[in-house]
């Protein structure tokens, strides 16, 4: 509230204000009180000044956290196509389970393949043996002899499998694992913005809140503001009336107490002009009507 | 969020407007503001607002004077009024019932607390 100008009093028209400002007491009064309430006007003005600056820069710093917190992509329909750390592990892991299934039924019938080669080469041998045993040694027929070059070729075949599986699985199982590698690491990458935009929406809601406790704090200086406004006032009613009043009574007193009390605007003041226990107020009460 | 709602905030103190402008654009409301009383009745015509926030004691015309202005005219008598203010008599708070205000909000107040009482009177 911007102080009012300093009114004169109802002096005497007979009595000069020089006549008045000749007393020392009075004089004092009316020389030195302006200076201190110059000095209580200046400054509370440059506390309000100072505090509208200052909340006119935390309004903006609020508005860009806000914003700031708003282009963050929060769910999928903020950004469409980026999907959710949790699914983007279960799709990999379908994948893989998917590629380990493959290759497990291929092992499975290359295996299958190969004992079924082993029986056949057990069952040549058995027969093999069992014509041997029914013809003598000098009468072992050429086809025979065929057979047991077909059996020897087939035998080195088997083997030729078998090394061949073994070596496929190596592959395998080598690139199986640089699949799970490309796959951590694009989901890493993936995780790394995400984990980026939580943590900027958290700062942001924090930011937010402690803005509002900024904001609540400065409101203080309104009661700063409000105190200084009637101590100033008071002043200049002190003033006008030291230079109209030459005696001061008790009565006097008591009823300027009274005056400067009925212009108070808060509970605190009134406690403290009684010296009463000083609670601040923590104000923030609602109250519908 | 954004609301066609219009605030006419009354404050002597350019800070404390500030800090209710802040509260209310925030939350998606437009704001007017005015210095005092007169201010504000010099503005209600011009820009009519949905909702009022006022100060109570303020030079020239304090707020509870002008709520009992505002509730002689035809045009905004039903326009809510909250006192926004430092004072916490009862006195006070039973003066401004009898002027027709409808909420009474004690600083320093909680800027939520200010949006949910505007959007509970100004639904």
């Known amino acids: 509230m911007p102080l009012p100008p300093q009114s004169d009093c109802d002096a005497p028209a007979s009595v000069a204000p020089e006549t008045l400002l000749a ?57 469409p196509g980026l999907t959710d750390l949790p ?15 493959e290759v497990g039924v291929t092992h499975q019938r290359r295996e299958q393949l190969l004992a079924q080669l082993a029986e056949t080469l057990v069952q040549l041998d058995t027969i093999e043996a069992d014509l041997r045993d029914s013809l003598p040694p000098e009468a072992v027929p050429v086809p025979l002899q065929r057979l047991d070059e077909s059996r020897a ?21 080598l690139a199986l694992g640089h699949a799970r590698k490309s796959l951590s690491a694009l989901a890493v990458e993936r995780a790394a913005p995400e984990v980026a935009e939580c943590a900027l929406q958290s700062l942001s809601a924090r930011i937010e809140k402690d803005l509002e406790r900024v904001v609540l704090g400065l409101q203080f200086q309104d009661r700063l503001n409000q ?14 009336w030291m230079r109209c009043n030459e005696h001061a009574s008790p009565a006097d007193a008591m009823r300027w107490l009274a005056e400067l009390e009925r212009t108070y605007t808060m509970q605190e003041q009134r406690a403290r002009h009684h010296s009463l226990p000083n609670t601040p107020s923590q104000g923030g009460s609602v109250e519908f009507f | 969020m954004t609301t066609c709602k219009t605030i006419l905030v009354i404050d002597d103190s350019s800070s404390f407007r500030t800090v209710v402008k802040l ?10 503001e005015a210095v005092d009383g007169e201010d504000a009745v010099a503005q209600l015509d011009t820009a009519p607002p949905d909702l009022i926030v006022c100060d109570v ?15 002689t005219t035809e045009l905004h008598r039903f326009t809510p009024i909250i006192m926004l203010t430092t004072e916490s008599q009862e006195a006070k708070k039973a003066e401004g019932r009898a002027a027709g205000v409808r909420a009474w909000i004690t600083k320093p107040f909680q800027p939520s607390q200010l949006v949910d009482a505007v959007a509970r009177l100004c639904p």
């Open chain 1, 227 to 240: 105190t200084l406004t009637n101590v100033a006032c008071d002043m200049a009613r002190f003033t006008d």
């Open chain 1, 87 to 101: 699914t983007v592990d279960a799709r990999q892991n379908e994948v893989l389970t998917r590629l380990l299934d």
């Open chain 1, 23 to 79: 007393d020392g007491p009075r004089m004092m009064v009316t020389e030195v009180v302006p200076v201190w309430q110059r000095h209580v006007e200046a400054s509370r003005q440059a506390v309000e000044q100072g505090i509208g600056d200052l909340l006119e820069s935390f309004s903006r710093l609020c508005e860009g956290v806000v914003a700031i917190g708003r282009q963050s992509p929060d769910s999928e329909a903020a950004t």
């Open chain 2, 57 to 71: 004691n303020m030079p020239r015309m304090d707020g509870l004077s002008f709520a009992r202005h505002v509730k």
């Open chain 1, 153 to 173: 070729t087939v035998a080195l075949l088997a083997q030729q499998v078998a090394a061949d599986t073994r070596a496929d699985h190596e592959c395998q199982d």
């Open chain 2, 23 to 32: 509260a209310l654009q925030k939350a998606g409301y437009t704001v007017v």
